[in-house]
């Protein structure tokens, strides 16, 4: 059975930083890029960044670019986001996902499986 399951969100005051995990089981998570996106109440699901197989290359919104950054460990068949710098908008339930159907550019209907969220709150 495919899973992800993220952990590592919680309130933190702007300008603070956190480290997400996304954890994989039930595949190997190393053959596939994996992505994290956000969904911001009331609004739509949005992409964040994605890391490649190797994970050598990355793409990132320019909304995070220079304040995020996506990393994996195919060892431990996770995937970090370290946030560095928050702010209030990035406030939101971080999803991670992934598929065999993804490339870096891919939009979210091409991803597969998706963990369940965890929420992150920047607020002083």
């Known amino acids: 059975q495919v899973q992800l399951v993220e952990s590592g969100g919680g309130l933190v005051q702007p300008g603070g930083s956190l480290r997400l995990s996304c954890t994989a089981s039930g595949f190997t998570s190393e053959n596939y890029n994996v992505g994290w996106f956000r969904q911001a109440p009331g609004k739509e699901r949005e992409f964040v960044a994605v890391?490649?197989?190797?994970?050598?290359?990355?793409r990132y919104a320019d909304s995070v670019k220079g304040r995020f950054t996506i990393s994996r460990d195919n060892a431990k068949n996770t995937v970090y986001l370290q946030m560095n710098s928050l702010k209030p908008e990035d406030t939101a339930i971080y999803y991670c996902?992934?598929?065999?159907?993804?490339?870096?550019?891919?939009?979210?209907?091409?991803?597969?499986?998706w963990g369940q969220g965890t929420q992150v709150t920047v607020s002083a």
């Open positions: 890391v490649s197989l190797s994970g050598r290359n990355t």
């Open positions: 996902a992934t598929g065999p159907r993804t490339t870096l550019w891919s939009g979210l209907e091409q991803y597969d499986y």
